[in-house]
Nanobody, 121 residues
Framework: QVQLVESGGGLVQPGGSLRLSCAAS????????MGWSRQAPGKERELVAI???????NYADSFKGRFAISRDNAKNTVSLQMNSLKPEDTGVYYC???????????????WGQGTLVTVSS
């Protein structure tokens, strides 16, 4: 069983910064892509950023230049540095990993439970 657990959410003022972290645990042979998604109140979940094993990244346009995704392959962690936060960045942030439990197993996408970020003065 593989679990991803996020941390670092909370209340922050507009213009502030916050760093989210996500750690994968359990029986893990390999993790391919890792990423973050966000679900704002009353809206559908949207992709924020993806990072591959070699560190290459992709961001949704709304987050380019403000957010930065990174990962530590040795620790099976992924982080999201969020700067210049706006009230519309409020939402639940979910991390995910595309995980392989053995060298012959299929990759499975595993999601964390989410962490709430509130941007408000």
């Amino acid at each position: 069983q593989v679990q991803l657990v996020e941390s670092g959410g909370g209340l922050v003022q507009p213009g502030g910064s916050l760093r989210l972290s996500c750690a994968a645990s359990g029986i893990i042979f390999n993790i391919n892509n890792m990423g973050w998604s966000r679900q704002a109140p009353g809206k559908e979940r949207e992709l924020v950023a993806i990072i591959s094993t070699d560190g290459s990244t992709n961001y949704a346009d709304s987050f380019k230049g403000r957010f930065a995704i990174s990962r530590d392959n040795a620790k099976n962690t992924v982080s999201l540095q969020m700067n210049s936060l706006k009230p519309e960045d409020t939402g639940v942030y979910y991390c995910y990993g595309t995980v392989q439990t053995t060298d012959t197993a299929a990759y499975v996408q595993v999601w964390g439970q989410g962490t709430l970020v509130t941007v408000s003065s």
